[in-house]
């Protein structure tokens, strides 16, 4: 009997410290739960590593990352296809935020371009605009191209489906009245590529839609190929026609072997974050806030922002902006 008693009080203790073990593992379990709950990872797309989509996602998520202990936000980035796949991967979930051109923006939220068949993207949302961007005509000094009328009969690259720059070559074309498909030899491939199948003397010219100074046009610029910006002048119907497309030039100085003589006359479009409306309005108010408050800091990371000042960052923003983006601004007294 006493035997009997001391396997019961054996076996009741064992199952009491094991309801205590386990009771202990659940409530760790469910701290680090919350724990993990409270950090939020968020991934910018960006672009080509050569374009600078690719150092604004990296300049962002490094000014947001310094206070990662304070708004629990880890941000990441990712090289991707440009503004196309950035607003679509943003409205399907699978990123957080992207960079993409203003006339892009303008085309989803209006349900234009590639957006027609599915109509106006209304969970799109606008945080801020960076850097401006221009419609650069890249062109090879003996292919004898010095405006963008010169490129009739010439192979050139129009950019990537789904990239910005190839829309921008489309509308520039055929306001100069040229016939993409039958008045010259286009190629359709990054603008990262671009460079190097011009150095290599597979096309004359390439257009790519971009902040400066840039790595791709630098290297384009840089071979034994002499190289040049053609200009893209009368452009006042397609300014008229498209309110998100402006004047612009691209400065010689940030090209030592460019053959122009002066800076190229152009015209140009603005790089914008953008989100959706899905994202908790806390992780768009951090992420502007921390921009916003440090932009003399973020200014200095590239050469291509510093022209920005908060007011113009509100500029050429066709989307609804972000609840947590109008909260910030408010705050900050900016609208």
Not at 114 to 131: C, M, N, S, T, Y
Not at 132 to 145: F, N, R
Not at 301 to 306: G, R, V
């Amino acid at each position: 009997m006493r035997k009997k008693n001391k396997s019961l009080k054996t076996l009741t203790a064992f199952c009491i410290a094991a309801v205590l073990t386990f009771s202990g593992c659940s409530k760790d379990s469910q701290e680090t739960g919350e724990t993990e709950k409270r950090t939020s990872f968020v991934t910018i797309g960006t672009g080509g590593i050569t374009g600078v989509y690719y150092p604004t996602g990296g300049a962002i998520a490094k000014t947001v990352n310094n206070k990662k202990d304070t708004y629990g936000i880890r941000c990441t980035v990712e090289s991707t296809g440009g503004s196309v796949y950035n607003i679509n991967a943003v409205l399907a979930g699978d990123l957080e935020f992207g960079i993409a051109q203003s006339d892009r923006q303008y085309q989803a939220v209006k349900g234009l371009a590639e957006w027609a068949p599915r109509g106006p993207q209304k969970d799109l949302r606008a945080v801020f605009a960076i850097h401006p961007e221009s419609v650069t005509l890249v062109a090879a000094e003996d292919a004898g191209i010095k405006d963008i009328k010169d490129l009739k009969g010439k192979r050139v690259n129009i950019g990537n489906p789904g990239s910005g720059q190839r829309q921008n070559a489309i509308d520039a074309l055929t306001t100069a009245g040229l016939d993409v498909e039958k008045d010259l030899m286009a190629e359709g491939v990054k603008a990262s590529e671009a460079a190097g199948l011009l150095q290599d003397n597979r096309i004359d010219a390439f257009f790519y839609t971009v902040g400066h100074p840039n790595g791709s046009v630098k290297e384009a610029s840089s071979g034994k190929r002499d190289v040049r910006f053609a200009t893209i002048k009368s452009m006042e119907k397609l300014l008229e026609k498209f309110p998100y497309y402006a004047k612009s030039y691209i400065p010689k100085e940030f090209y030592p072997n460019i053959k122009n003589e002066e800076d190229a006359e152009t015209f140009g479009v603005k790089a914008t974050l953008i989100t959706s409306s899905k994202v908790p309005a806390d992780v768009v108010y951090a992420i502007t806030k921390e921009v916003f408050e440090n932009l003399d800091t973020f200014k200095e990371l590239h050469p291509a922002y510093k022209v920005l000042t908060k007011e113009n960052m509100l500029e050429g923003l066709s989307a609804p902006l972000h609840e947590g983006a109008v909260r910030y601004y408010k705050e900050a007294g900016l609208m």
